[in-house]
């Protein structure tokens, strides 16, 4: 039975659940996998991909490579047939590359698509639950809260200031407020307010629904076009690599059509053989490997960032994370442990131990080893004012889901032998108002027996300003609301996150949920604190970030004091408070933009504060990383330069406006991620540092022998070799590199840094002059010695290849000498690399066919020891230069 299009809108509601054949309750088990069967999955119809030809044929869309395909042409019309076939293979293995790479981006993505798959929070059987978003079936009567994505359309059944983001559907920028109350048929989609589509965001209230569609049947489903397209994995770096390959199409036409002229009208070359010298030029100048070999360091770094739990789903992070100098890091599951359990109560006679440690005699604010009787009704009220729910595991066991402070409560009500359930059936809640990070407190209302009894939690700054008595073992007394807020403070400096509990009896009374008046008049049962301990692997990776350059900020809703002893714990500074979103209110511009560089806690603040404590920072030119997992998150994780969402706890708002996605919610992971963002681009930068000057010295090579009037020391089929051997084995290598030694423990790359670092420009020109001279050093003196033509070519070409090895091995630290064990052996690719190397080139050098394609002759033990003896002191010149820069340059690029 298929799914119909239907105007669920207009119905009432008990019509839409007859229609549905569901109830309030939920669907059971059964009766959601019956129709799972029917009406198959909730999925959208996946991105239309491009053939694998269409994929192949886009890896040619490059003026290099039309300049490369343009001279395979005229040689081809020559009879040039070897030319042709060696300039033919060096594109198709660059696009070969090129094409395979790009096979695995979209691999990855759709990878990504899996490890990112929503969730959705059903009531099925009673039970709250939590399931796959793919597993909604038509009928599930479906949870709705802030921060959530909806992942079906959905007819609202309740609602309580509930509005949701449909811009992504009808490019209403305002969220749109739903209401239970049914519309008219021929209403817009816009206008379908007791409608919640697929694909939008709640922002803001709570609401129940019913699944009235799913998959294609959804109004997002039938937007095709929406995924209509793949992801594009271009980034800002391969867009200046595009650039710079035009720049460089200019300059090799330009300086190859000069040549060829400045040898026809010196030297009295022929035209022919100038344009196969001009078309050699071309050929040694391009480096056509660049594009793919970056792209290529890019596509490993996301997968090694993969496997340490860092999802990235914007490539262009990958180059930013490296840059990192500041990272503003919520504290709850990213610092912490987000494993939270009541561990003391506060009453009216004082602070007694939860979980049996002993107290600190130290401490005069140390709480009592047990709760007494007296706390039993702060955990009653406490476990009614709370979403977090009861279920049943697979084991038979009670498991406990929702909010992980929520779920602290619900297991302190147990321990004080209070079961939950029959609780919650007894006292059912009548009406009630989520947790709002603007007003800070829940609310519910419930019926108990003849009554109807008002439960507030929340900050106790909020809460214990609306109580005028406070619950004693007497009865309910005055309240000393200063001694409070003191018994607090000395609670929060301990880093126990705080939450107070209070209560009245409404009888009759109405009550307005929404205002501080309607709720006035409470009597304080007590506080509850909260303890969530730092990852002790988030203590480390606080303190690599640091010794890195980078500046860890903490902005967390938590009380002040509390957020200023995690801090302490994790190596923040030793501040007694926390700088409040009341602080920064009270500021002006030229001080917040102060406070905002110089303070590490930040506490109590808004979604409004986070964005312009980004803003400020960047304004600072500071590049700045934001992890948040909330809906009130994502404009901070939008705004900054690499937004970090939760992978676990996070919203689907914070992950859609994210670039990064940490799976476990570590921040130790983000500070792998940063490393590793470093090492791509550290390999990303040697990989050009390889490749500049070997291009440059072929190049250089067939200038000054036309404007020396000299035969070409190397063929342009020859060159191609030398690419070919360049691109594919030896500068591939580099995209493998481990991380140098002090990758961590060098202050951030300026984000105005050039690709290529001044102190390293000079290397390219020593080291191009350094292959120039001796390769045609070797040639000429063959040649003067009465060698033939192409025994001197080959001796010639071997030797270059031999110059690029053993740079290779130099090429692998950028500062540091290669001249250890370390720089020889700890990247085993490289090795791998070069014995390819010499390999293809005995197949080369020594076999019929290669001999005849590449015009080769065979070489002796003597032409080996002058190759090798002419090549290695490159080894000694990249060296020494690192040494010079190392000594006597007072301006290093951070890279060092």
């Not at 019956?34 to 991909?49: C, D, F, S, V």
């Not at 596509?299 to 960032?305: E, M, P, W």
Request: aromatic content about 4%; proline content about 5%; hydrophobic content about 50%.
């Amino acid at each position: 039975m298929a799914q119909h299009p239907r105007a669920w809108h207009a119905l009432e509601t008990d019509e839409v659940l007859e229609v549905l054949d569901t109830t309030l309750e939920g669907l059971t088990e059964a009766e959601a996998q019956a129709r799972l069967q029917t009406y198959g999955e909730n999925r959208q119809r996946p991105p239309e991909k491009r053939s694998r030809l269409m994929r192949f044929l886009a890896q040619f869309r490059n003026l290099l490579i039309y300049i490369l395909l343009g001279a395979a042409v005229v040689t081809a019309l020559l009879g040039h047939w070897i030319d042709t076939g060696a300039i033919v293979a060096v594109v198709l293995i660059n696009a070969l590359i090129g094409y395979i790479q790009e096979g695995k981006a979209e691999n990855a993505m759709d990878a990504i698509r899996g490890l990112l798959a929503p969730q959705a929070v059903v009531r099925r059987g009673r039970r709250r639950r939590t399931i796959e978003a793919a597993r909604l079936v038509p009928g599930d009567i479906l949870i709705l809260e802030p921060g959530n994505k909806i992942t079906a359309d959905v007819r609202i059944l309740s609602a309580r200031g509930l509005e949701v983001d449909e811009s992504s559907l009808t490019g209403e920028s305002v969220p749109a407020e739903k209401a239970p109350a049914s519309v008219p048929a021929g209403a817009n989609l816009a206008d379908q307010h007791s409608m919640a589509f697929a694909g939008t965001l709640v922002t803001r209230g709570e609401g129940v629904g019913v699944v009235a569609a799913t998959g294609l049947v959804t109004q997002l489903g039938q937007v095709t076009e929406m995924l209509a397209e793949v992801e594009q994995v271009t980034t800002p770096l391969l867009r200046h690599l595009n650039q710079l390959s035009r720049k460089l199409a200019v300059l090799i036409v330009a300086g190859s059509i000069l040549t060829a002229l400045a040898g026809i009208l010196l030297h009295g070359f022929s035209v022919l053989e100038m344009f196969m010298a001009a078309v050699g030029l071309a050929v040694a100048a391009i480096p056509q490997g660049l594009p793919a070999i970056v792209t290529i360091t890019l596509a490993f770094g996301v997968q090694r960032l993969a496997k340490r739990n860092a999802i990235v789903r914007r490539l262009p992070a990958v180059e930013t994370l490296g840059a990192v100098t500041v990272i503003c890091s919520d504290k709850t599951g990213t610092l912490t442990l987000n494993q939270m359990t009541v561990q003391e109560v506060l009453l009216a006679d004082g602070a007694y131990r939860v979980d049996g440690q002993d107290a600190d005699p130290a401490d005069s604010s140390a709480a009592k080893e047990a709760p007494p009787a007296e706390s039993r009704p702060l955990a009653q009220a406490a476990a009614l004012c709370c979403d977090a729910s009861v279920y049943e595991q697979a084991d038979g066991s009670k498991g406990i889901s929702g909010d992980p402070m929520e779920a602290a409560i619900l297991h302190f009500a147990a321990s004080m032998g209070i079961d939950v359930e029959a609780l919650r059936d007894a006292a059912p809640r009548e009406t009630g108002i989520p947790f709002d990070s603007a007003c800070r407190y829940m609310a519910t209302v419930n019926s108990v027996e003849d009554d109807r009894k008002l439960v507030v939690k929340g900050a106790p700054e909020v809460v214990v300003p609306l109580c005028s008595s406070a619950r004693t073992r007497t009865g309910d007394a005055s309240l000393d609301e200063a001694a409070w807020h003191t018994s607090a403070e000395a609670m929060a400096r301990r880093g126990l996150r705080l939450l107070a509990i209070a209560e009245r009896s409404l009888g009759d009374d109405p009550v307005d949920l929404e205002t501080s008046e309607g709720l006035s008049g409470l009597v304080l049962l007590g506080l509850v604190a909260i303890i969530d301990p730092p990852r002790d692997e988030a203590i480390s990776a606080v303190a690599a970030c640091q010794r890195a350059g980078i500046r860890i900020k903490m902005i967390t809703g938590d009380h002040a004091v509390t957020a200023a002893a995690i801090g302490r714990q994790i190596g923040l500074g030793e501040a007694d408070r926390g700088v409040t979103g009341s602080d920064l209110d009270a500021m002006d511009a030229e001080t917040f933009s102060r406070v905002a560089s110089d303070s590490a806690v930040f506490a109590r603040v808004s979604p409004r504060h986070k964005l312009d404590l980004v803003s400020a920072l960047q304004a600072k030119g500071e590049v700045v990383a934001m992890t948040g997992d909330g809906v009130n998150d994502a404009p901070a994780l939008k705004r900054a330069d690499v937004g970090v969402a939760m992978g676990q706890s996070g919203t689907d708002a914070a992950r859609e406006s994210s670039a990064v996605v940490l799976a476990d919610d570590n921040f130790a992971t983000l500070e792998a991620a940063v490393r590793q963002g470093r090492v791509i681009y550290d390999n990303i930068v040697k990989s050009i540092l390889f490749i500049l000057p070997t291009n440059a010295a072929e190049a250089l090579l067939l200038v000054f022998a036309v404007l020396g009037g000299l035969q070409l020391p190397i063929t342009p089929a020859q060159i191609l070799w030398v690419n070919m051997i360049t691109a594919v084995t030896l500068a591939l290598a580099l995209t493998l590199e481990p991380p140098e030694r002090h990758v961590m423990r060098r202050s951030p790359r300026p984000t105005n840094a050039p690709l290529i670092p001044k102190t390293q420009r000079a290397r390219i020109v020593l080291v191009a002059a350094v292959m120039v001279g001796g390769t045609l050093g070797v040639f000429l003196m063959e040649r003067a010695g009465g060698r033939d033509l192409a025994e001197a070519r080959t001796l010639a070409l071997h030797t270059l290849v031999l110059f690029e090895m053993w740079f290779l091995l130099s090429a692998r630290r950028l500062h540091a000498s290669s001249l250890n064990w370390s720089g020889l052996l700890a990247n085993p690719y490289v090795l791998l690399a070069g014995a390819a190397t010499i390999l293809a080139q005995l197949v080369l050098i020594y076999t019929p066919m290669m001999q005849f394609l590449f015009d080769t002759r065979p070489l002796g033990w003597r032409d080996w020891l002058l190759a090798l003896g002419v090549s290695l002191p490159v080894i000694a010149v990249a060296e020494g230069h690192k040494a010079w820069g190392a000594n006597g340059s007072a301006s290093m690029h951070p890279l060092r």
